[in-house]
């Protein structure tokens, strides 16, 4: 049990550690980033003869809000995820009651990552503004494997410990 509760303490942070970089490198390296989601929201890398092109969104102003509103998002889910870690390791000596409620923090932060990397980028970039077309501005797969990542350390942390 207590090896459980010390892997789930552990697996909770490395998201955290993950989410965290990525606010990093989003911030440092901001124009890379940006031009990625100027191109999604634009529409203007998909396939030629694609019918849904009026949902493009063409004002640079939309793109760095929606661009921070990315970002503020994946630091929520790194502020959640390392201080629900902390709370696990904390409590990892509790009663399975004590230790379960520990871990509300590190459920919200993995629930708001996989949101963040499911929602916005598969339902949002990927269907929405079509990006799953485009030879360059797709990021499905890396966001397959974010996303997986957090669901499967969401399904860890779920089991009592």
């Not at 940006?34 to 203007?44: G, I, K, L, T």
Request: proline share 2%; charged share 10%.
């Amino acid at each position: 049990m207590e090896t459980l509760r010390i892997l789930q303490a552990l697996f909770t942070a490395y998201i955290g550690l993950f989410a965290a970089s990525v606010v990093l490198n989003n911030i440092t390296d901001y124009g890379t980033n940006h031009n990625f989601v100027r191109h999604v929201m634009s529409m203007d890398t998909i396939f030629p003869d694609c019918r849904l092109t009026n949902r493009r969104i063409t004002s640079p102003a939309l793109h760095h809000a929606a661009y921070v509103f990315i970002i503020v998002l994946e630091a929520a889910v790194a502020l959640l995820c390392l201080w629900g870690a902390w709370t696990m390791w904390g409590a990892r000596g509790l009663d399975v009651a004590g230790f379960q409620a520990a871990k509300a923090l590190a459920l919200a932060g993995l629930g708001l990552g996989f949101t963040v990397w499911f929602a916005i980028f598969v339902i949002g970039a990927g269907q929405w503004w079509c990006a799953w077309q485009s030879k360059d501005y797709s990021g499905q797969d890396a966001t397959f494997r974010y996303y997986m990542a957090i669901a499967v350390v969401f399904a860890i942390v779920m089991q009592p410990a």
